[in-house]
């Protein structure tokens, strides 16, 4: 990766670096800015769910797959565990490019079966939340002495860009069911990305939440000790710090449901009361009492709807492997 891309990514991403009380006020982030104008003018107000993820939104977020309720994180964990010291030997990975990688906790078990098989060569973890990332590469650099880490600051939903003197095989992974909180049309155009960025020899290791029981699904986002509710609205911290607006986070209940029709969870903020909140840039925006603003969709999957993606995106199933009650499924995409 050449230096100049370096910090257009770094630009590109910006949101939550040391300086961004400061810059908030001299120059505001202008991507965001225009995301949230637009997302609470439209009919159904909506935030992209990119926005949870300041520092304290990805610890937050560590919370939530330590939840009782939470059943994805520790079901995708046992499938990597099973597997990988299979999988990736057979692959030959020698690099991983990991999509929206947070802690990389379970990634580790990915490099530890490609140190075991003696091919681990680079790690490329990319993610929006700056200091969260540079935080797992540092402790990565320390567990795995001979690895190259190279993190890589980036918003995934508009640009993906492939490290220059990649070795191959390349392994491009996008865990923890992270593609349901895209759109599928925002899905498709993501997959089309990694798949422009793949030669012939590398895969894809995606993960996928599965269709089941709803209120198994219901539970997950609703848990009883109001982290995910703690995660829903700290997006409007991140409005505040980062625009400078006044959104009262104590003003908003968190909503989570299951919509039977799209396969998908929607999560919301709602206000009891009525709110005029003042966004510099944007102006006064005003919610009635009870007006739901959308902040997540978590598409769930099966193998139909993930083959539908893959064909779309030039993409095939290579491998479906759910775990063995059906709550997750790894999938391994090659190139058509
Ligand atoms: N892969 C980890 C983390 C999942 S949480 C796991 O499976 O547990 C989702 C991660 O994706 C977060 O770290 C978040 O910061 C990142 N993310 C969300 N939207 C993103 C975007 N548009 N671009 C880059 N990273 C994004
Ligand atoms: C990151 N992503 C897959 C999580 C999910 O389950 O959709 C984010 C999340 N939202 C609420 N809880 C967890």
Not at 180 to 194: D, E, M, Q
Request: with cysteine.
């Amino acid at each position: 990766m050449t230096e100049s891309s370096r910090t257009k990514w770094a630009r590109i991403a910006g949101a939550e670096r040391p300086d961004a009380a400061m810059r908030a006020y001299r120059r505001p982030n202008l991507r965001m800015l225009a995301e949230v104008a637009a997302g609470l003018s439209a009919p159904q107000k909506e935030l992209p769910p990119k926005y949870f993820y300041d520092h304290r939104g990805s610890e937050l977020f560590e919370e939530i797959t330590r939840l009782p309720e939470y059943y994805p994180t520790r079901t995708e964990r046992a499938l990597l565990a099973a597997w990988m010291p299979e999988l990736v030997p057979q692959l030959g990975t020698r690099a991983l490019i990991e999509l929206g990688a947070g802690s990389a906790e379970k990634s580790r078990i990915i490099l530890s079966a490609m140190q075991e098989a003696g091919t681990a060569d680079l790690y490329v973890p990319i993610d929006v939340s700056a200091s969260f990332l540079n935080q797992t590469a540092s402790r990565l650099r320390r567990e795995y002495p001979g690895l190259a880490v190279e993190p890589v600051v980036a918003d995934i939903s508009e640009e993906l860009e492939r490290p220059r003197g990649l070795p191959h095989p390349a392994l491009y992974a996008f865990l923890g069911g992270t593609i349901g909180n895209f759109y599928p049309p925002a899905a498709i155009r993501l997959l089309s990305r990694v798949r422009v960025a793949m030669e012939a020899r590398d895969r894809l290791l995606l993960g996928v939440d599965l269709r089941k029981d709803v209120n198994r699904i219901e539970a997950a986002y609703n848990d009883s000790q109001g982290v995910t509710a703690a995660f829903n609205r700290n997006m409007l911290l991140v409005l505040n710090h980062e625009l400078g607006s006044d959104f009262d986070p104590s003003a908003f209940e968190h909503l989570a449901f299951y919509e039977p029709r799209t396969h998908r969870i929607e999560m919301h903020l709602v206000p009891s009361t009525a709110q005029e909140v003042r966004i510099p840039g944007i102006g006064v925006v005003s919610f009635a009492a009870g007006e739901s603003m959308r902040t997540e969709i978590s598409c769930k999957h099966d193998r139909g709807s993930v083959a539908a993606l893959f064909a779309a995106a030039g993409l095939r199933i290579e491998i479906w492997k759910p775990d063995p009650d059906a709550l997750f499924a790894l999938v391994v995409g090659a190139l058509v």
